[in-house]
C-alpha cells in the first residue's frame, strides 16, 4: 500500500496565500503522475493540478492556472502545491492522489492512492 499524508491546509483571507504538502510513502511506491484535486462542500470532486515523476510540464485546472504551481521533491516523495492570489472558490477540501493509472489525468476514479484531505478557507 502506499500512503499519503497531506498538511499545510488552514484559514486565509482573499489574495493570501499556502503551500499544501503531500508526503508519500509504503511499499513499492511506484513513481507515476500524482495530483491534487479539491472538493467543496455539496460539490463534487474536481481535479486542481497534476505531475510527472518522470518530468515534463505539469498541467492545471482552468480555474488555477496562473496562480497555483505544482512541484515535486523526488527525494522525499513529496508533491507541493503553492496556492497564491486565494479566491473564497477555493475553499473546499484538497486531496493528494497517486498511482495514477492511465487515461484522462483529470479523472479521479483513474487514481489508486488518496490521502486524507487538508481544509482550505478563504475569507473574504
Known amino acids: 500500500q502506499v500512503q499519503l499524508v497531506e498538511s499545510g491546509g488552514g484559514l486565509v483571507q482573499a489574495g493570501g496565500s499556502l503551500r499544501l504538502s503531500c508526503a508519500a510513502s509504503g511499499r513499492t511506491f511506484s513513481r507515476t503522475d500524482m495530483a491534487w484535486f479539491r472538493q467543496a462542500p455539496g460539490k463534487e470532486r474536481d481535479f486542481v493540478a497534476g505531475?510527472?515523476?518522470?518530468?515534463?510540464?505539469?498541467y492545471y485546472a482552468d480555474s488555477v492556472k496562473g496562480r497555483f504551481t505544482i512541484s515535486a521533491d523526488n527525494a522525499k516523495n513529496t508533491v507541493y502545491l503553492q496556492m497564491n492570489s486565494l479566491k473564497p472558490d477555493d475553499t473546499a477540501v484538497y486531496y493528494c492522489?497517486?498511482?495514477?493509472?492511465?487515461?484522462?489525468?483529470?479523472?479521479?476514479?483513474?487514481?489508486?492512492?488518496w490521502g486524507q484531505g487538508t481544509q482550505v478557507t478563504v475569507s473574504s
Open positions: 505531475i510527472r515523476w518522470s518530468g515534463g510540464s505539469p
Open positions: 492522489a497517486a498511482g495514477f493509472k492511465g487515461g484522462t489525468y483529470s479523472d479521479g476514479r483513474l487514481y489508486n492512492y
